[in-house]
């Protein structure tokens, strides 16, 4: 199993210092990616661990590109409603080019009603835009001339790199579906195997009604304190067929993230 590691771009620890600390530190430590999050509004009410300061995960991933060179760069999920899909998939592309290919695009319809407000999206339609932009971005990319139709508008996509890999985030039937249709792999959330085997057991069946081979499965969340528990639970993920793993846990500064990496090598050694 490959560890990765979400580093904070948000709160207090989304200091240019501090996450570039973060980032070095990660990819000194031999971790093979490090991941962002995405929220774009949060409200005063619901800010409680991000003081409502996020870092665009775009920009953070630019950011990391330039700040590493080996290490792989994510996100999330990437929240495709949000976004316009022709700025979008310029974004992504240019990421990609400049960190060499090290991209990994999670995507996902987000969940939370105040963002869908404050952006004047209608979350009703969530689930058609993040297939009509999935959808476009899978086009960009795979322009063999380079040139892509929007709006009854041609244009040149470039610059054009290989596509990143793309994991549809989500625990629900639709997701599933979703990561068949058009991702490369799942990103479901929790290090729990008894809830996701069913889950897995039911993604493999869809793959095989598709005629596609297994998906990658990609999980996110926070370890138990206990490390032999830790280890345990992802020991029974792996065997599940879970191929990475991305610890997401709260850190304020640099040495607090520091020794996060400290536990997840002692985890790597037991995997």
């Not at 300061?53 to 060179?69: K, N, V």
């Not at 339609?125 to 322009?143: L, P």
């Not at 249709?181 to 195997?193: E, V």
Request: charged share 25%; hydrophobic share 45%; aromatic share 6%.
């Amino acid at each position: 199993m490959r560890f990765g590691t979400t580093v904070r771009n948000m709160g207090p620890a989304a200091t240019t210092d501090c996450m570039r600390h973060c980032a070095a530190s990660a990819e000194a430590a031999g971790l093979a990616h490090i991941w962002v999050v995405d929220h774009v509004a949060i409200p005063p009410d619901d800010a409680e661990g991000s003081e409502g300061r996020w870092i665009d995960p775009l920009a953070a991933l630019a950011y990391f590109a330039a700040a590493t060179t080996t290490i792989e760069l994510g996100v999330s999920v990437l929240v495709l409603p949000y976004r316009a899909p022709l700025i979008t998939a310029k974004w992504i592309a240019s990421i990609q080019e400049l960190s060499k290919a090290r991209l990994h695009l999670g995507i996902g319809p987000g969940w939370m009603d105040a963002e869908y407000q404050v952006l004047g999206v209608d979350k009703k339609k969530r689930g058609v835009i993040t297939d009509q932009t999935i959808d476009f971005i899978n086009e960009c990319f795979a322009a063999s001339d380079d040139v892509v139709v929007a709006n009854e508008q041609a244009f040149l996509f470039r610059p054009r790199p290989a596509k990143p890999p793309i994991y549809v985030g989500g625990m629900e039937e639709v997701a599933l579906r979703r990561a068949v249709r058009c991702g490369d792999g799942w990103l479901p959330i929790g290090i729990n195997a008894e809830k996701l085997k069913p889950k897995i057991a039911r993604l493999e069946e869809l793959c095989a009604e598709a005629g596609r081979g297994p998906l990658k499965i990609v999980l996110i969340g926070s370890l138990p304190d206990d490390q032999s528990e830790a280890a345990d639970l992802l020991g029974q993920c792996a065997e599940l067929g879970a191929s990475d793993y991305i610890q997401s846990s709260r850190y304020a500064e640099p040495s607090e993230f520091d020794a996060i990496m400290e536990r997840l090598l002692d985890l790597k050694t037991q995997i």
